[in-house]
């Protein structure tokens, strides 16, 4: 769980009828940038907890995206196995010594300013996982997607446990939408997207 947004992020009220296809159309153009300087596997790491509600939107995420199958393309953290503060390390140990020069995006939920409360940001660098609960964990990710699913600001944990989970499961439908609808046309498009080595054959 994040506690702030990252200055130079785009904000995407979930709300809007158009929340799906502007959150598509920043994460096609993130892939596009990470995945031409090189980075030969992308692999999104779904941070987070099912043991409470306002910190589930990571695992909720993974659920969704997990079983997706496309060339050089890896997902982490789940409800059943989830990413959080006690394994993240670990995890990402795992992720670098298993692919060649990932592009990794980092997935998390976040508190936030009242009127950002429903907000999905999307922006290129790291987050710092769990400092919004006083977490000291490295940052994590090249690009990340956050979803401000509470106002932060005093007793944190108390504000994640009573976060309503239609906030959550609303932004978690549409981030993984987005997901899905990004790697079909990475794989399956070619005037979409030039970098072969993640098209399926």
């Known amino acids: 769980m994040l506690f702030k947004t990252r200055p130079k992020e785009e904000y995407i009220n979930a709300e ?60 982490f953290g789940t409800l059943d196995e989830p990413v959080h503060a006690k394994n993240l390390q670990q995890t990402m140990k795992n992720v670098f010594e298993r692919y060649e020069n990932p592009y990794i995006i ?21 987050i710092k996982p769990g400092s919004g609960v006083n977490k000291d964990l490295e940052p994590v990710g090249h690009g990340h997607i956050t979803g401000i699913v509470n ?12 976060t309503r989970l239609s906030i959550v499961m609303k932004m978690a439908d549409i981030i993984s939408m987005s997901i899905r609808y990004v790697l079909w046309k990475i794989s399956n498009d070619p005037t979409a ?9």
Not at 16 to 43: C, W, Y
């Open 193 to 201: 997207f030039t970098a072969t080595n993640y098209r399926d054959a």
């Open 16 to 75: 809007s009828p158009a929340a799906l296809k502007n959150l598509t159309d920043e994460l096609f153009a993130m892939l596009q940038r990470g995945i031409g300087a090189g980075h030969k596997s992308v692999v999104f790491i779904c941070i987070g907890t099912d043991r409470s509600t306002g910190d589930s939107l990571g695992p909720l995420i993974g659920y969704k995206i997990n079983g997706l199958k496309y060339k050089n393309f890896y997902f």
């Open 106 to 126: 980092a997935i998390d939920a976040c508190l936030g300013r009242m009127d950002h409360v429903g907000y999905i940001t999307v922006g290129e660098g790291p």
């Open 151 to 162: 106002f932060g600001g005093f007793m944190d944990f108390l504000v994640l446990q009573n």
